[in-house]
């Protein structure tokens, strides 16, 4: 980088951490309302923007362009799909959770069932989430971003990142989280624009053959349509619609309009990654062949997986001229800090209300709660560092799939479980559990039993195949109806809920 790249890095740092500290001057940060959901005031546009920018990380940016690159706009998909089941959470979920007046997720499974254990082994698997699938894979493709273009040590450019995006999140809270997302949606989406026209006007080449097929033939091994729509789906369900991180912002306007007012506008935004994140993936394929042999990968990418996840990086500073690299610096930061800082927030909300106060000390003090969320964050941050490595070894070259593949052995049986809540009123809190247990006994079984499968080539074992090579969008259907099934033959066999 230049000196005018390194000129836009520090401006833009200035510029969130003004933008952090206007909003930690607004808000009223001393009562769980005030910190956790901003006090229950914002309006429609930041809270769409909060949601669209708690949703594009840096592993957006990594990994769907690295897809692109590997294997076309496949993975736009998921974009196209959250366009509506954001709108799923505006006029179907959120009404109920508002009027319920809950703070997070497990609380509202707590109020809808009843009881204690279900509430817990929710905001514990909300953490593991977190922790496997968001905190660390954003701490990965935002120190990979910076490794290629700065040259420094990838977990010393993690834990920089993290501690500024730390350091703004226990301070300032919701409010200030979702003021610092809006400034940062509109650098994301400015700069990846940029970056598309630019890469538009070098990129010149021949795709794959199928390099244009969204959703593909059922054998597919990528994206088959099948899979998608009724094994994905159920997980982008979770995402969308009863994950912390995204309904928080849900909760934090200041009515239901403007809640759904802000999940519209963020499912307009969902439109734009398909053209400003996958299509530069497609463009860096042409321009910087990959590379096949591991240990050539290895020596570029610390990864002999591939090396598809620097596609959108090469293209930075390949195609970008002097000045606007440095934007584009600024955009990868931005993603990961936004991501990041939502995650923070989100799980500090989860442990705080969920864990701390519930299960471990029911009496504690308003007081003691905020420095208990803020510790939690410095607690996520050690578990995220050391779970980068195995992220690492498990990813196959294609980052974002990784992510979903975790996520859809974990999700489904939260979806399922929301789902009856608010749809079968017989459902009780006995059904409700032991049908997300034996989902995500179900669930976890796969996981394990897959990537520990993943380095033995040549296995002939008759269940080898079953287990390792079906597709993990269809495994999560069967993950979703055994929870599904469990949940009302309990129900139906056990006694009605008051």
Known sequence: LDTWDVVTIVLYFVFVIAVGLFAMCRANRGTISGYFLAGRTMLWFPVGASLF?????????????????????????????????????????????????????????????????????????SLLLYIFTKVSVNLYSGGLFIQQSLGWNIYLSMIGLILITALLTITGGLAAVIYTDTLQAV??????????????LVGCGYPLNDSFVMLREPTDPNVPWPGFIFGQTPASIWYWCADQVIVQRALAAKSLSHAQGATIFA??????????????????????????????????????????????????????????????????IAALMSDLDSIFNSSSTIFTID??????????????????????????VGLSIAWVPVMLLLQDGQLFLTIQEISGYLSPPIAAIFLLGVFWTRCNEQGAFWGMMAGFVV????????????????????????????????????????TIIVAIIVSLFTEKPS
């Open 53 to 125: 920018v708690s949703n594009i990380g840096s592993e957006h940016f990594i990994g769907l362009a690295g897809s692109g690159a590997a294997i076309g706009i496949a993975t736009g998909a998921w974009e196209v799909n959250a366009l509506i089941l954001i709108q799923l959470l505006g006029f179907v979920f959120a009404p109920i959770y508002i009027t319920s007046g809950v703070v997070t997720m497990p609380e509202y499974l707590s109020k809808r069932f009843g009881g204690r254990r279900l509430r817990v082994f929710m905001a514990v698997l």
């Open 187 to 200: 650098l994301m989406i400015s700069g990846a624009t940029a970056l598309t026209v630019l890469s538009e």
């Open 267 to 332: 499912g307009l935004l969902k439109i734009l990654p398909l053209f400003i994140m996958v299509m530069p993936g497609l463009i860096s394929r042409i321009l910087y062949t990959a590379c096949v042999d591991p240990a050539v990968c290895y020596s570029v990418c610390q990864s002999e997986s591939g090396c598809s996840n620097i596609a959108f990086p090469r293209l930075v500073l390949g195609v970008m001229p002097t000045g606007a690299r440095g934007l584009m610096m600024s955009v990868m």
């Open 355 to 380: 864990i701390w106060k519930r299960a471990i000390r029911p009496k504690c003090s308003v007081r003691e709660m905020m420095l208990v969320g803020r510790v939690w964050v410095l607690v996520m």
């Open 443 to 482: 669930g976890i079984v796969r996981m394990i039993i897959v990537f520990s499968f993943q380095s033995q080539a040549g296995n002939c074992l008759w269940y080898h195949d079953f287990i390792t090579k079906i597709n993990f969008m269809y495994y999560a259907i069967i993950i979703f109806m055994t």
